[in-house]
């Protein structure tokens, strides 16, 4: 389960956002008994969130950010530098050539990324520093109970930008930057708790020789066997989804065709259809085309039932009908699903279902997602640590994200909703939302 995570210097957030999942310490926490789960080394984590921002405030941006750490792992045509266009766009320098296009060398590239991913044995922390010419900074530790000691599992830090013997730059080569030769780049290397096949020595050796830098570290010792790097791996590869609005498509999905056929035929997912409308008591599958030749069957009090294709359905069906997979994931797979735009479907009394719905299970998934609607702004459905504001200023046009549990003076016993408060501008926010 996602615990925390952190991004710097990633599209319009020029400083750190920062999201946590632990729940209240307060004895608020008794109000609400089903929003969180307790895991074996006694953290709590929240079993959803809501962001909630204007229109162009940056909630897509945060939701890409951790999208982009995951394509590190998942995709082999990403390379692990920082690209031009994901670095904020007042630390680009324009190059002098006048081709109006960023300079590597005058340009802060440098963006950091930090996860927590807490397990039911251990809770493992991420840190990973790049820039325009691959990795700076990387370092997994974990620690097995939720205030004990943490170990280093690795470390690696770059140590300088030389010339090497393939090019004849005097700094910051070229070839540095990606996957083509990054034996520009020195880097020390530590593994101090390697639990695998191979001796420390012996992983240090090969990831020596094979070339720093190229790859993460983390994913690099994952494939040879380092069981704290595979956990971590697996985690991030197999348990979180990314999901960027109810497109249909499997490949945005990263669900195989037989496993979604499956999916969709079982009555935990016909559950989760069910809050979008009552009637609908089957869901029958299309193996080639799930989310337009696929049949809902509903149901009248009178017990006739209808037929009808998904593609002449209601565009809220259609939609709830791809967002139901995301959800069958969260509560019956046990997945971090981080959703953005869901507010196109889900209006405030589905919102209640959905959470309802996910708060009822017992399960290890977590339910994160964005919106632009202002009423799920509301300490009747999550506690002060569930909601967060991503906001935007208007003149340097750089995004910062927080939490209502930030504010002291916002009470659960308020008479007026949290919304009233966001529209008076008292929580940072727009007046304009």
């Known amino acids: 389960m996602l615990l925390e995570y952190s991004v710097d210097n990633f599209r319009s957030f020029k400083d750190e956002a920062f999201l946590e999942l632990r729940p209240t310490k307060t004895k608020a926490i008794n109000r609400f008994p089903n929003s969180y789960v307790t895991l074996g080394t006694g953290e709590k984590v929240l079993k959803d969130l809501v962001i909630v921002g204007e229109n162009a405030g940056g909630k897509s941006n ?10 590190l792992f998942v995709r082999m045509d990403v390379e692990c530098h920082s690209y031009t266009n994901t670095v904020n766009s007042s630390n680009l320098v324009l190059a002098d050539d006048g081709s109006k296009s960023a300079s590597l060398e005058k340009s802060n590239t440098t963006q950091a990324f930090s996860i927590e991913v807490a397990l039911d044995d251990a809770t493992y922390s991420y840190f990973l520093k790049i820039d ?9 530790s974990y620690r097995k109970k939720r205030t004990g000691q943490s170990n280093t599992v690795f470390e690696q830090m770059r140590t300088r930008v030389r010339t090497c013997a393939s090019c004849d730059a005097a700094s910051d080569c070229d070839k540095g930057a990606g996957s083509s030769n990054s034996g520009c780049l020195d880097y020390s290397i530590e593994i101090v708790n390697g639990d695998g096949p191979l001796s420390i020595e ?11 830098g190229r790859r993460p570290i983390l ?4 494939a040879i066997g380092e069981l704290h790097c595979r956990c971590v791996v697996d985690w991030i590869v197999d348990d979180l989804v990314v999901a960027y609005g109810p497109s249909g498509r499997l490949a945005d999905m990263r669900v195989e065709p037989d496993d979604l ?14 809050l979008i409308d009552g009637s609908i008591v089957e869901v029958i599958p ?10 809902v069957v509903r149901e009248n009090v009178s017990g006739k039932r209808f037929n009808r294709q998904v593609k002449d359905d209601s565009a809220g069906v259609r939609q709830f009908l791809a967002w139901s997979v995301y959800i069958y994931q969260v509560v019956y797979q046990g997945k971090t699903v981080v959703a953005d735009e869901v507010d196109s479907l889900i209006n405030p009394m589905l919102s209640d279902k959905v959470i309802a719905f996910i708060n009822g299970s017992d399960h290890h998934g977590q339910f994160i997602f964005t919106t632009h609607n202002i009423f799920n702004l509301t300490l009747r459905t999550y506690m002060k640590e569930q909601i967060y504001i991503v906001s935007k200023d208007s003149e340097t046009l750089e995004s910062s994200l927080y ?3 930030d504010f002291d003076e916002i009470r659960y016993d308020v008479k007026e909703e949290l ?9 940072g926010g727009t007046v304009n939302a």
């Not at 012996?202 to 720093?212: A, H, I, K």
């Not at 056929?261 to 069910?274: D, N």
Request: aromatic share 14%; hydrophobic share 45%; net charge negative.
């Open 62 to 71: 945060f939701v890409e950010s951790l999208g982009f750490l995951r394509d």
């Open 132 to 140: 325009g010419l691959g990795v700076l900074e990387e370092k997994l």
């Open 202 to 212: 012996e992983m240090e050796r090969l990831y020596d020789v094979q070339g720093p």
């Open 219 to 222: 994913s690099w010792l994952s």
């Open 261 to 274: 056929f499956s999916l969709m035929a079982s009555e935990e997912y016909l559950s989760i259809v069910q």
């Open 286 to 295: 299309d193996r080639e085309r799930p989310f337009m030749e696929s049949v």
């Open 403 to 405: 939490s209502v549990a």
């Open 419 to 427: 919304y009233e408060f966001y529209l008076k501008g008292m929580l």
